[in-house]
T-cell receptor, first 110, second 113 residues
Framework: KNEVEQSPQNLTAQEGEFITINCSYS?????LHWLQQHPGGGIVSLFM???GKKKHGRLIATINIQEKHSSLHITASHPRDSAVYIC????????????FGKGTHLIIQP | EAGVTQSPTHLIKTRGQQVTLRCSPI?????VYWYQQALGLGLQFLLW?????ERNRGNFPPRFSGRQFPNYSSELNVNALELEDSALYLC???WGAGNQPQHFGDGTRLSIL
């Protein structure tokens, strides 16, 4: 069973700061997902990656398969980025659902 | 394009009752996943359906069951409700059974009294 660890658990930053959220996992995977959950519960899928780096707007996700580690970066953070960010992985072969980290609660203050 | 829709949005039940939650995937998506988010426990994988078949299930007792219909919509059934079943139940869909982005619904919040 894969163990997914995220850090930090909580992060408060000022508007405009560069944000980094880390995710590590214990066993090889076929894909890693970064998700965003706003108060009320709705979840948005930000990225799915299995190697390298992806960028979408101010968000950047990287993964190092050898080190079993991924990072989510937010550039020029804004209060609307305040949310819980969740890392999730899928086992090799993808024969099951996702295994989730406990999430990082991010607050961006104006 | 309509997203993943779940119904109902909120539900209150008592211990021992049975409940059915519903999910309509994005048009064209054949895979439906069910997840439970209980307070303090984080998200956990419940069930996965693809092309009408149950492909895998997480570490949950048999009183959690479901099915997928020919139109790819899905139901999650929970029998003999217990207090710890209080949670947000999320459905996600994806295009096919391989590694694809999963699109989530807004969830059904189930409270057990």
């Amino acid at each position: 069973k894969n163990e997914v660890e995220q850090s930090p658990q909580n992060l408060t930053a000022q508007e405009g700061e560069f944000i980094t959220i880390n995710c590590s996992y214990s066993v090889g995977i076929s894909a890693l997902h970064w998700l965003q959950q706003h108060p009320g519960g709705g979840i948005v899928s930000l990225f799915m990656l299995s190697s390298g780096k992806k960028k979408h707007g101010r968000l950047i996700a990287t993964i190092n398969i050898q080190e079993k580690h991924s990072s989510l970066h937010i550039t020029a953070s804004h209060p609307r980025d305040s949310a819980v960010y969740i890392c999730a992985v899928r086992s090799p072969g993808g024969a099951d659902g996702l295994t989730f980290g406990k999430g990082t609660h991010l607050i961006i203050q104006p | 394009e309509a997203g993943v829709t779940q119904s109902p949005t909120h539900l209150i039940k008592t211990r021992g009752q049975q409940v059915t939650l519903r999910c309509s995937p994005i048009s064209g998506h054949t895979s439906v996943y069910w997840y439970q988010q209980a307070l303090g426990l984080g998200l956990q994988f419940l069930l996965w359906y693809d092309e009408g078949e149950e492909r895998n299930r997480g570490n949950f007792p048999p009183r959690f069951s479901g099915r997928q219909f020919p139109n790819y919509s899905s139901e999650l059934n929970v029998n003999a409700l217990e207090l710890e079943d209080s949670a947000l139940y999320l459905c996600a869909s994806s295009w096919g059974a391989g590694n694809q982005p999963q699109h989530f619904g807004d969830g059904t919040r189930l409270s057990i009294l």
